[in-house]
């Protein structure tokens, strides 16, 4: 799994693609950690290319939204299609995360 980090002045987006799961998760976790170690706590996690989501990407997505949470900050999703849509809201997730269309409107979200 590759995950692509772009910086919009204080707000990270990671695009994920492929999958949030399994043993991709750690990669994940590593760069978006790495991204909230150098200061920006406010994450667009992208999902517009994303095709699997398991329990380890959930757990990932929660430690994250708690860690900026933490500092003051927090992780918003953009892009999410169906599947995952469900499998949020089946594990009562959905309420969580702000969810966006579009990658603009959430990067926007938090000025």
């Given at each position: 799994m590759a995950t692509i980090i772009n910086k919009y002045d204080d707000v990270a987006v990671l695009t994920v693609k492929d999958d949030l799961a399994g043993d991709s998760v750690e990669q994940f976790l590593e760069r978006a950690n790495q991204t909230i170690s150098d200061g920006i706590?406010?994450?667009?996690?992208?999902?517009?290319k994303l095709h699997v989501l398991d329990s380890h990407g959930l757990e990932a997505l929660l430690e994250l939204q708690t860690r900026c949470e933490e500092l003051l900050g927090s992780v918003k999703l953009c892009a999410v299609d169906e599947s995952c849509t469900?499998?949020?809201?089946?594990?009562?997730?959905?309420?969580?995360?702000?969810?966006?269309d579009d990658l603009d409107s959430a990067v926007k979200s938090f000025r």
């Open positions: 706590n406010q994450l667009v996690i992208d999902c517009g469900k499998i949020l809201e089946m594990t009562r997730l959905a309420t969580r995360f702000e969810s966006y």
